[in-house]
């Protein structure tokens, strides 16, 4: 009794194929049948070359198609790779730079705190010291009327002095003079002006010791010459 087909037996579909058409394909490799087992003819050759070139024009079109995917993808991979790199370093120069904006902005604050004190100081010192009239002192007051004024110009002194020393912009600069030329030392323009004699001078006033020891040493020869 034959056993009963079972689904997940193995079947060979071109086996079956060539089994109804009575056509066997040769082993070691496909090959083009004609139909009834008779060789292929020209015109089926023609059509499976047709097939073929057309099989051959799709797979070049899905090579396309997967190569502009390929670019796409290996794009956003570039701009996602871009975005990553660039939010880190915004983020480091970002931070960084809100600190230090922060740390100078706070200087700032405290520094203009202190100019506002010290020039609102410097205003109260000025006006007790204009509010100061030695014509309005009587002469039994006069002593200590005088005593207060002074006071009062010593006070003003010493703020002036500690501001000066917070302030540099309070500190005067020396002013320097530039409207006449400015010449050097001992330039050769100097040296033009002399006149003959004192040049003459100045010469031998440098030159003279090695005259002078010219002068030995042709008196020595001379001695020695005489002396033989």
């Known amino acids: 009794m034959a056993n009963q087909f079972d689904e997940s037996d193995f079947v060979d579909a071109e086996f079956q194929a060539g089994r109804s058409t009575g ?11 004609g139909t009834a087992g008779r060789p292929p003819t020209r015109e089926e050759l023609d059509q499976r070359v047709a097939e073929t070139q057309q099989r051959l024009g799709e797979l070049r079109d899905l090579q396309e198609r997967l190569e502009q995917e390929r670019v796409a993808l290996e ?16 983020m480091e120069h970002l931070t960084r730079g809100v600190g230090l904006l922060e740390e100078a902005e706070f200087k700032a604050r405290q520094e203009a705190e202190q100019l506002a004190r010290s020039l609102q100081d410097l205003r109260d010192h000025l006006l007790k ?5 030695d014509q309005s002192w009587g002469q039994e007051t006069y002593a200590v009327e005088l005593t207060r004024a002074l006071t009062t110009i010593e006070n003003a002194r010493m ?4 501001a000066r020393l917070k302030w540099t912009l309070l500190n005067p600069t020396p002013a320097v003079d530039t409207s006449g030329p400015i010449r050097q030392p001992g330039t050769l323009a100097e040296l033009s002006e002399l006149g003959l ?3 003459c001078r100045l010469g031998l006033g440098l030159t003279w010791p090695l005259a002078l020891v010219l002068l030995l040493a042709a008196a020595a020869l001379v001695v020695a010459w005489f002396a033989r």
Request: a neutral charge.
């Open 23 to 33: 056509y066997t394909p040769p082993a070691g490799g496909a090959t083009v049948a």
């Open 75 to 90: 794009e956003a991979r570039r701009r996602r790779g871009e975005y990553h790199t660039g939010r880190e370093e915004m």
């Open 129 to 133: 010291v204009q509010s100061l009239d």
């Open 159 to 162: 703020e002036w002095n500690s």
């Open 197 to 199: 004699g004192r040049l």
